[in-house]
């Protein structure tokens, strides 16, 4: 079974930088694509980022340019760079692997605020 947890959030002024990590346990993580997610309080969850296993690479159009996906499968983790932070930015972040087209797994999240 894969287990995922965030971190690497906190609190940053506007323009700063991050670097969020997803560490998974289980084997199969290295053949799965991972997902950043992001849900501000009243709003939506919505996609950040993903990377295939093959290191193909998406992105939302707020973020192309600032931030950055990658992983590093010997560690089994997965990375989420972040850069020019704006307070729109601020949610809870979290990763997210689909094992099955019916079961996908959620990270606890880690808070990113950014502030004026």
């Known amino acids: 079974q894969v287990q995922l947890v965030e971190s690497g959030g906190g609190l940053v002024q506007a323009g700063g930088s991050l670097r969020l990590s997803c560490a998974a346990s289980?084997?199969?993580?290295?053949?799965?694509?991972v997902g950043w997610y992001r849900q501000a309080p009243g709003k939506q969850r919505d996609l950040v980022a993903n990377i295939t296993s093959g290191g193909i690479t998406n992105y939302r159009d707020s973020v192309k340019g600032r931030f950055t996906i990658s992983r590093d499968n010997a560690k089994n983790t997965v990375y989420l760079q972040m850069n020019s932070l704006k307070p729109e930015d601020t949610a809870v972040y979290y990763c997210?692997?689909?094992?099955?087209?019916?079961?996908?797994?959620w990270g606890p999240g880690t808070q990113v605020t950014v502030s004026s």
């Open positions: 997210n692997v689909d094992l099955t087209t019916s079961r996908s797994l």
């Open positions: 289980g084997s199969i993580f290295r053949i799965l694509p």
